[in-house]
Nanobody
Framework: VHLEESGGGLVQSGGSLRLSCTVSSSIMSINEMSWWRQAPGKERELVAG???????NYADPVKGRFTISRDIARNTLYLHMTTLKPEDTGVYYCNADEDLVSAQALDAWGQGTLVTVSS
């Protein structure tokens, strides 16, 4: 499976951005899609996840500000980010963990999209 992120950019503190991740296969065939981010000099961290049945989970720092969603017809995962803070700066990646049909691990990553939040 191939993933491609888009939508990053430079935004002022308090602003909003929507990231997109297009999936080359059916998004519903994947157990969980998720967004991760990596700030300069830090390890990659989970931001939000969306299971095939619709359950979502969010990292504490983004709860109430970020929303993960999907468009099944477009096989696209989204991350709507509001009230952005400078500490949200980083490269954002989407991930697909497991193929539900074959039960095989995917651990697929996109190339990432850079989000920069200025203070």
């Amino acid at each position: 499976v191939h993933l491609e992120e888009s939508g990053g950019g430079l935004v002022q503190s308090g602003g909003s951005l929507r990231l997109s991740c297009t999936v080359s296969s059916s998004i519903m065939s994947i157990n969980e899609m998720s967004w991760w981010r990596q700030a300069p000099g830090k390890e990659r961290e989970l931001v939000a996840g969306l299971r095939s049945r619709g359950q979502t989970n969010y990292a504490d720092p983004v709860k109430g500000r970020f929303t993960i969603s999907r468009d099944i017809a477009r096989n696209t995962l989204y991350l709507h980010m509001t009230t952005l803070k400078p500490e949200d700066t980083g490269v954002y990646y989407c991930n697909a963990d497991e193929d539900l049909v074959s039960a095989q691990a995917l651990d697929a990553w996109g190339q990432g999209t850079l989000v920069t939040v200025s203070s």
